[in-house]
């Protein structure tokens, strides 16, 4: 292209064009909200590009076509950090995050502590320095202490800016972060590799780590990769008081921070938002193996410092997760108990962290939409701690032909009712309260074995019981006979009086089993076992103000609002009520105790593999009442590993730690002596 514009003249294009792309950046990777096409974005770079070409002493140092790569290096160079990156501890279950909120208020006694909670990226660690507004240098995390050379790379990140927005910056600044490539951008170079008779790449953690060491930097712009800043290094005029207000001051200067931070000042509401938010990690586009909770105060961190290896002031709560590519053979959609109709993926069998997954949530059409997942295609399915599977992305580059859209209905495949999507959410629900899939699934819930635990009380069962209509309500269930059960298809006499003792010995499973099984928002079988720890009874439960349900130990605003709402609920009254007439115990058991002197007592225990006498919560919860906590992770703190079948990495972590190994049997001797 031969350009007609004088020098002057590209002078003023050229400034005009990089301000415009600047900007586009910003709003598009900092602000996720790009107003331009990728198309129209393409031809101004190219017309800048083409204008610094036939005029290259106007060329900037920070032009945004610098991004596209430079001659290659001979080497990386070493570079030392000027503060240390050192490292953070890990943990993986609840109750070790709850361990460390107690030794940091213990280290600052008497001091109001705020807690951030933010996604940990499964990325590149990497330090960024700015001087006087302009990038000059980026290095990887290295030792900790010294880190390899990677500016040549990290200029070619648009979402980082070659000079920092605004007039008033600071002189210095570092900042640490991660690097990283989302899922999407990971298809479409796996496409084009296919296209062009090249190996797919795998994962995105390897493919960016590979990729930021790169010496060539147009490869590395060719990758795509992206920057999360999450912390601060040296830094010379930026006052910030807390980490929340330093992630303000760097977003305000064009730079990408971690999305969703949240500050909270109870620390059981940090504890139930990293529950929520690990349920929700199938929603991102890019890779998480965990969450990071901080304090808030800088001031407060100086004070805390750190050991020789990590801060105290922050943690790792991290999820083991395992991966799989199989075929998705069909999708199907599954009623929840709430009206929830939930898009399920029927997969080629395929293994995963010693379990055989043949299904795995789809979560909601949104998902289906943006993941563009169809079936017939190949797509890698994740296991994430307890969550269940669920499908990461699509491998289109072996969708070799052309497949249809995924339609999702508009009825309710039970009730035949109109299918509503929320008005402010992404789910699609049947609204009708007489649909009888929902008041199915919450009555096989009721007797699952951490709620009421009915022996005999199966899927097919609660199919029959519903569609005779002899069980519309919980109340209903305690009133069943057995010429009734006999009546039904296949009941012989037998299993009806098997199933009458099961109902009958649920009368008195107690509190923390009612409260788990009769669906409260927000409890689960912890929350219900404090609140029966606590208050003894559901009727002192359903008495207690507000207040005093939020003053309870562990127990945050957010749920104390929830139980409080439903005891005031004409549903939960009325169902309280059925359950007093039906002689269901509605007071503390003997399994809410805790023995303090038991054989687990201060002891951390892990549980792995599969378990032929008890579910997970089950043994969970007899570890609990011998005085134990349960872990879901191994460490050189573990105390016991339990290894049921096809027990797989933690079994092997525990044997290289030393940690004591028993078996099924070896733990229920050891309970009963």
């Known amino acids: 292209m031969v350009n007609k514009l004088n020098q002057g003249e590209a002078r003023a294009r050229i400034a005009e064009l990089s301000d415009e792309i600047r900007e586009h950046d910003h709003h598009y990777y900092v602000l996720a909200n790009p107003t331009i096409t990728d198309l129209e974005y393409d031809r101004k770079l190219r017309e800048l590009t083409d204008l610094e070409k036939d005029f290259p002493a106007l060329a900037a140092a ?36 709850r361990d ?39 290095v990887t995390r290295g030792n900790g202490d010294v880190g390899d050379d990677i500016t040549h790379n990290i200029r070619t990140l648009r979402g980082l800016p070659q000079r920092l927005l605004g007039k ?43 990729s930021i060491k790169l010496l060539d930097s147009k490869i590395c712009a060719q990758r795509r990769l992206r920057f999360f800043c999450h912390g601060i290094g040296f830094c010379d005029g930026l006052n910030a008081r807390d980490h929340m207000d330093f992630l303000e001051q760097v977003t305000a200067l064009g730079i990408p921070t971690t999305p969703d931070v949240r500050c909270f000042k109870d620390k059981e509401d940090a504890v139930a938002h990293c529950n929520r938010l690990v349920e929700e990690l199938h929603s991102l586009d890019f890779e998480v193996d965990g969450l990071v909770v901080k304090v808030n105060s800088l001031e ?3 004070t805390l410092g750190a050991t020789t290896k990590c801060p105290r002031w922050v943690i790792a709560y991290k999820i083991e997760k395992y991966e799989a590519v199989t075929q998705l053979l069909n999708i199907t959609t599954q009623i929840g108990k709430t009206g929830t109709v939930t898009p399920v993926a029927d997969l080629q069998p395929v293994e995963l962290a010693g379990t055989t997954v043949s299904r795995a949530s789809l979560h909601n059409i949104d ?32 969708r070799t032909t052309e497949l249809p859209a995924y339609v999702f209905p508009t009825k309710c495949p039970e009730c035949d009712s109109d299918l509503v999507k929320d008005p402010e959410g992404v789910y699609i629900r049947c609204v009708s309260k007489a649909c009888p899939a929902q008041w199915r699934q919450r009555l096989r819930y009721f007797a699952t074995r951490d709620c009421m635990d009915i022996e005999g009380l199966g899927d097919k069962l609660v199919n029959q019981l519903v569609d ?14 057995l010429d009734k059960l006999m009546s039904l298809e296949r009941v012989g006499k037998k299993s009806a009086e098997n199933l009458l003792q099961g109902i009958a010995a649920s009368r008195d499973r107690g509190m923390t089993r009612v409260l788990n099984a009769i669906s409260i928002r927000h409890v689960g079988q912890r929350v219900a076992q404090i609140l029966a720890r606590r208050f003894g009874n559901v009727d002192a ?8 349900i939020g003053s309870t130990n562990e127990i945050g605003p957010i749920i104390a609002q929830s139980v409080f709402d439903y005891f005031r609920s004409d549903d939960g009254m ?46 969970e919860r007899l570890i609990e009442q011998r005085g134990g906590r349960a872990a879901s992770g191994v460490s050189k703190k573990t105390d016991f590993l339990i290894a049921g079948e096809a027990a797989g990495s933690k079994l092997e972590k525990a044997k290289s730690l030393g940690v004591p190994v028993l078996t099924e049997a070896e733990f229920d001797d050891l309970i009963s002596a």
């Open 168 to 210: 008033k910056v600071p002189k210095a600044l570092e900042f640490r972060g991660e690097i990283y490539m989302t899922n999407a951008d990971l298809v479409t170079l796996n496409e084009q590799r296919t296209k062009a008779g090249e190996s797919e790449y795998k994962n995105t953690r390897n493919l960016t780590a590979g």
């Open 100 to 138: 460390f909120f107690a030794r940091t208020e213990k280290l600052l006694p008497g001091e109001d502590i705020e807690w951030v909670v933010e996604l940990k990226v499964d990325g590149v660690a990497a330090s960024i320095r700015y001087e006087d507004g302009l990038l000059v240098q980026a």
């Open 62 to 97: 920070d032009s945004p076509t610098k991004r596209l790569g430079d001659k290659p290096l001979e080497g990386l160079v070493q570079v030392a950090h000027r503060v240390p990156m050192l490292s953070i501890e890990n943990t993986y279950s609840e109750q070790e995050l």
């Open 367 to 398: 998902e289906i939409e943006r993941k563009d997942i169809r079936i017939g295609d190949w797509v890698v399915v994740e296991k994430a701690g307890k969550i269940i599977p669920h499908i990461v992305r699509v491998e289109k580059h072996r």
């Open 300 to 302: 407060q961190r100086e």
């Open 468 to 481: 005779s209509n002899f069980v519309g309500s919980f109340g209903d269930l305690y009133a069943l006979t």
């Open 574 to 619: 009325e169902l309280i009520r059925q359950l007093h007439a039906a002689g269901v115990s509605l007071e503390a058991s003997a399994e809410d105790s805790v023995d303090s002197k038991g054989v687990f007592a201060g002891k951390t225990v892990v549980v792995t593999g599969s378990l032929s006498k008890y579910s997970r919560d089950e043994i």
């Open 541 to 548: 439960l359903m008495a207690a103000d507000l207040e005093t």
